[in-house]
């Protein structure tokens, strides 16, 4: 009967204000100019899809405001009298601007992908083969990363009553899953575990429920590489939670349009469930959040924000105790969570598995086989690269398990009833990977008797297979040796195939018969580099002075010196920070802004030095070996070859 | 017709309109008379279909406004603060409604917007208040439907506008059989249009019909008694006096009931002169809510 009721009709009156087209058409426009001017000048470094962080943020953004831009209607009461007294009906109203949403934002996007796909075949050849997988998942996931924004901001829209609550409610969909699992699951188990190193299943939670990051998990927005993110396909996990994320939403989005009153505009929020559950967070997670800066006070805190919510929504006095039995709950809720994580400490700590039910354990001990950098950035129970890095590569299935287990078994039964005074020598972060794929941190105290006793697992093979994997290198006889010792940074050895393979297995057996105290006795004098002309691999070989046979080897096929100041050693350079300022002066004499610097030249002050300079890359037993780096040195030798001078960074030896 | 059958509005625990029963005639002007907050405007939103009641239903011809486009089709509702979209022109709003309502009259909203020299080309926003209201007036009137919804009538048109619209109303009703339900809270804005007021207060409807048939026995005089007497005490005794007023010589007396026998009454009385004068609706209304049991001036003032 009348034309413009038909939903197409509809879907063009949406686009009015054509807000949502100017921006998305806009932006898809500048954002495909940008993108094909970076694959002309630089098509093999560049994204345009998957792996593009702009990419990602135009799409989130996108969501957000089609969404603002299409519901604002919703906040408008003058508008929605407008519309609602117009012959149609409401939900025709509704879903015409859903639609016109999606259109003028997934349109562009498709167009814009198509484009730089076609435009990237022309200037990069290697990319044809890959350019219909990569545009097809490309347009995928960013219609995804829309989705999921798009359906939060219409839920904000619908579920709020006022522009205050909206914004409220989207933080609370985006940020809420991040405050939950990691404000308060991470921090309670940091606080109730002793042995809390990570818990996976608490980040893959905080992942998926952090809107921001799982879409930069969908569309692979951390790789840099050009081949990884053609081949990247994002896991089954994150589309699936992506895929929740949008029919969850999607449902409230259908229920709500449904239910939502025009009466409730105006107020803080449209419907009174989102009322409730809004208080409901809003004194719970608070309340965990701050509870865990002083343990206990949860149940305080929950009453006081829910008394605060309550105002938020009332600002009347008499009605800030209307909901008594939700505020007991909420009460109730916060004192199990506490005492669940407390309960839960028991069987987190006291968590051993059995032999059989563990496919592999990954050991990393904080000072061993660790540069000194790696050693100081490592802090027990933080997360770090180093410590992640060493976990990837200590990984025992085999002797390294059984013995890695005897030995973290005694960390466990120590843990328990160690006080804050053992986890101060060393720590062992562990992974238990189990048989059903589930990987299990714990970190554990190590003292001194413990970290002997490491030489069990340090012992066996497949540590050392791991701590020197020049051990698992054959067939060496065209690869390139040269050493280096800080001076001379690669001084090619002149080695015939057969001594090549002679030296790497003169060196094998060194490795694999070395105890973990001969690394007590002395720092590496000096590493070979061996370079694979095959591969274009390389593997440094520390040279320790206990290698007789290889150490005797390599004398003899080079020119090795013993130590630094076996070179022409032009002068040594100590520089100290100086905290205290005793004398007159802002800055005594013989010092520089707080920092005294000490020049060594002279034959009778060098020869001070003498057995005591290590250069700092060979400083790689933070705890068998300590160096001292009470001050920055840095010594000036000639290398021989060239002449030149050379700066080497040192540290000092403590000991004979 | 319109039948608005026991309706109510609750607003969580407000009842901004509460079992209201009116039926409205084809052809006829009702106005809903009402201070702020006396429920006129909920219940213009629910007869235009914006809210739902929440006991209660309204009909047009036997059918259910709420999320009933078919029914809506036949209503114009125009709301104290109209929207319009930004930047556009009543050209552009006489076509946005002609593709909703299929009986629009564009000609005829061209030449009315023409006879009060309004620009359809300028932008809506650059118009004054009063223009506004008149570009909307032009765009309900000839929307084409048979029911027009408007609240707060006339508010913001000066009073030779105001006589304008209300002659291009009077002439739209006779000519379409257009029916109007106008909203207003002032008495002088409806008094002379309407041919039906219903009078809301407190969310409920407390008087609503012809008030000019009902006047009837409702009557006006202006009295003379000698000697400046005041007969207000004497009067009351005899007569049921709605109103009376002395000033000097004058006494102005508004009383109900059968208008020779007030008139021998107060012949009764010697007065020097008496004479009969028009009464107003507000006196009418007086006499009602008297009747009624309400202090008019409670709901008024």
């Known amino acids: 009967m009348i034309s413009a009721r038909y939903l197409c009709n509809w879907i063009k009156e949406a686009g009015r204000g054509h807000v949502t087209a100017f921006l998305s058409w806009g932006g898809f426009s500048i954002y495909t100019a940008f993108a094909i001017f970076g694959l002309k000048n630089d098509p093999y470094f560049t994204l345009f899809g998957v792996g593009s962080a702009s990419l990602l943020y135009l799409c989130m953004g996108l969501g957000i405001l089609a969404a603002a831009a299409g519901f604002w209607y919703l906040k408008q009461p003058v508008m929605l009298d407008f519309y609602y007294s117009l012959p149609v009906k409401k939900e025709v109203i509704f879903w015409s601007r859903y639609i016109h949403g999606i259109w003028h934002v997934l349109v562009p996007l498709y167009i814009s992908m198509s484009v730089c796909g076609i435009y990237e075949c022309s200037v990069n050849q290697g990319f044809e083969a890959y350019a219909g997988s990569y545009v097809l998942k490309s347009a995928a996931m960013f219609s995804m990363v829309f989705f999921i924004f798009y359906h939060i901001t219409i839920v904000s829209f619908l579920a709020g009553g006022r522009i205050v609550t909206v914004l409220v409610l989207f933080a609370a969909f985006t940020y809420g899953g991040q405050a939950v699992f990691q404000g308060i699951g991470k921090a309670y188990a940091v606080y109730f575990f002793r042995t809390f190193y990570r818990i996976p299943a608490l980040e893959t939670m905080k992942e998926v429920l952090t809107p921001r990051q799982l879409s930069g998990k969908l569309t692979g927005a951390f790789i840099y590489d050009k081949k990884e993110a053609l081949d990247y396909v994002p896991g089954k996990e994150d589309v699936l939670a992506a895929l929740l994320w949008i029919l969850l939403f999607a449902v409230l989005i259908v229920c709500m349009e449904r239910r939502r009153k025009v009466e409730n505009v105006g107020k803080l929020f449209a419907f009174f469930a989102a009322e409730r559950v809004f208080v409901f967070f809003l004194s719970v997670v608070p309340a965990l959040l701050f509870g865990n800066i002083v343990m206990g006070s949860g149940i305080v805190l929950v009453f006081l924000f829910h008394i605060l919510a309550e105002f938020f929504i009332e600002r009347q006095g008499r009605k800030l105790f209307r909901r008594k039995w939700q505020m007991a709950a909420e009460c109730m809720i916060v004192l199990l969570v506490t005492w669940g994580f407390s309960a839960g400490a028991r069987f987190f700590d006291g968590f051993f598995p059995e032999r059989n039910e563990v496919d592999a354990v990954r050991i990393c001990v904080n000072g061993v086989d660790m540069t000194q950098e790696e050693y100081m950035k490592n802090s027990?129970?933080?997360?770090?690269?180093?410590?992640?890095?060493?976990?990837?590569?200590?990984?025992?299935?085999?002797?390294?398990?059984?013995?890695?287990?005897?030995?973290?078994?005694?960390?466990?039964?120590?843990?328990?009833?160690?006080?804050?005074?053992?986890?101060?020598?060393?720590?062992?972060?562990?992974?238990?990977?189990?048989?059903?794929?589930?990987?299990r941190y714990r970190v554990y105290p190590v003292d001194e008797e413990d970290f002997q006793a490491f030489s069990m697992v340090f012992e066996t093979k497949e540590y050392k297979e791991k701590a020197y994997p020049a051990l698992l290198w054959e067939d060496v006889g065209d690869n390139r040796f040269s050493w280096k010792d800080g001076v001379r940074s690669s001084q090619i050895l002149k080695l015939t195939k057969e001594e090549k393979e002679e030296f790497l297995e003169t060196y094998k057996k060194e490795v694999l018969g070395f105890r973990m105290e001969e690394l007590k006795s002395a720092a590496p004098a000096g590493i070979v580099e061996m370079n694979s002309e095959k591969w274009g691999e390389k593997e440094e070989l520390l040279i320790y002075p206990f290698f007789e046979e290889s150490y005797a080897f390599l004398k003899r096929h080079g020119e090795i010196k013993e130590e630094l100041l076996d070179y022409p050693v032009r002068s040594i350079k100590v520089t100290e920070n100086v905290s205290g300022r005793k004398g007159k002066g802002y800055v005594k004499d013989g010092h520089a802004g707080g920092m005294k610097v000490e020049h060594y030249e002279t034959k009778e002050e060098l020869s001070q030095w003498r057995g005591r300079l290590i250069w700092e890359e060979l400083d790689v037993q933070p705890l068998l070996y300590p160096l001292g780096y009470r001050s920055r040195i840095e010594a000036e030798a000639v290398e021989p070859e060239s002449g030149a001078v050379v700066k080497v960074k040192c540290c000092e030896k403590m000991k004979e | 017709m319109i039948q608005v059958e026991n309706v109510t509005k609750n607003f969580d625990s407000i009842c901004a309109v509460n079992q209201i029963s009116i039926e409205i005639p084809d052809g006829c002007m009702f106005g809903l008379l009402g201070t702020n907050g006396a429920g006129k405007s909920t219940l213009l939103r629910m007869m235009a279909g914006v809210l739902d009641c929440s006991a209660g239903r309204i009909l047009y011809d036997g059918e259910d406004v709420y999320e009933n486009p078919v029914c809506k089709a036949s209503v114009f509702y125009l709301p104290d603060?109209?929207?319009?979209?930004?930047?556009?022109?009543?050209?552009?709003?006489?076509?946005?409604?002609?593709?909703?309502?299929?009986?629009?009259?564009?000609?005829?909203?061209?030449?009315?917007?023409?006879?009060?020299?309004?620009?359809?080309?300028?932008?809506?926003?650059?118009?004054?208040?009063?223009?506004?209201?008149?570009?909307?007036?032009?765009?309900?009137?000839?929307?084409?439907?048979?029911?027009?919804?408007?609240?707060?009538?006339?508010?913001?048109?000066?009073?030779?506008?105001?006589?304008?619209?209300?002659?291009?109303?009077?002439?739209?009703?006779?000519?379409?059989?257009?029916?109007?339900?106008?909203?207003?809270?002032?008495?002088?804005?409806?008094?002379?249009?309407?041919?039906?007021?219903?009078?809301?207060?407190?969310?409920?409807?407390?008087?609503?019909?012809?008030?000019?048939?009902?006047?009837?026995?409702?009557?006006?005089?202006?009295?003379?008694?000698?000697?400046?007497?005041?007969?207000?005490?004497?009067l009351e005794k005899e007569i049921q006096v709605l109103r009376y007023e002395k000033d000097g010589y004058f006494t102005t007396l508004v009383a109900k009931g059968d208008k020779k026998e007030i008139l021998e009454r107060i012949k009764r009385k010697a007065p020097v002169f008496v004479g009969e004068i028009p009464v107003s609706l507000e006196e009418i209304f007086m006499a009602e809510m008297k009747e009624a049991g309400y202090d008019i001036r409670k709901v008024f003032m």
Not at chain 2, 111 to 130: E, H
Not at chain 2, 161 to 174: G, N, V
Request: glycine share 8%; hydrophobic share 35%.
């Open chain 2, 81 to 234: 603060m109209p929207y319009y979209f930004p930047n556009t022109n009543l050209e552009e709003m006489v076509r946005f409604y002609r593709r909703h309502y299929t009986g629009f009259e564009r000609e005829n909203a061209a030449y009315m917007a023409g006879l009060l020299n309004l620009d359809m080309t300028l932008p809506l926003r650059t118009f004054s208040k009063g223009m506004k209201r008149q570009a909307f007036l032009i765009l309900a009137l000839c929307s084409g439907t048979k029911y027009l919804l408007c609240d707060e009538v006339f508010d913001g048109l000066d009073p030779v506008m105001t006589e304008a619209m209300k002659e291009l109303f009077r002439s739209r009703i006779k000519e379409c059989k257009l029916t109007v339900v106008a909203a207003a809270h002032k008495l002088k804005d409806l008094e002379d249009i309407c041919h039906n007021i219903g009078i809301m207060h407190k969310g409920g409807v407390l008087r609503s019909g012809d008030m000019r048939e009902r006047s009837g026995n409702v009557v006006k005089l202006q009295c003379v008694f000698g000697g400046q007497r005041d007969m207000r005490e004497e």
């Open chain 1, 380 to 439: 027990f129970g933080k997360e770090s690269y180093e410590t992640e890095r060493k976990l990837e590569q200590y990984k025992f299935t085999e002797d390294g398990l059984r013995e890695g287990l005897l030995w973290i078994g005694s960390l466990k039964k120590k843990a328990q009833n160690t006080d804050k005074q053992g986890w101060k020598y060393s720590f062992a972060t562990v992974c238990y990977q189990m048989k059903d794929g589930r990987m």
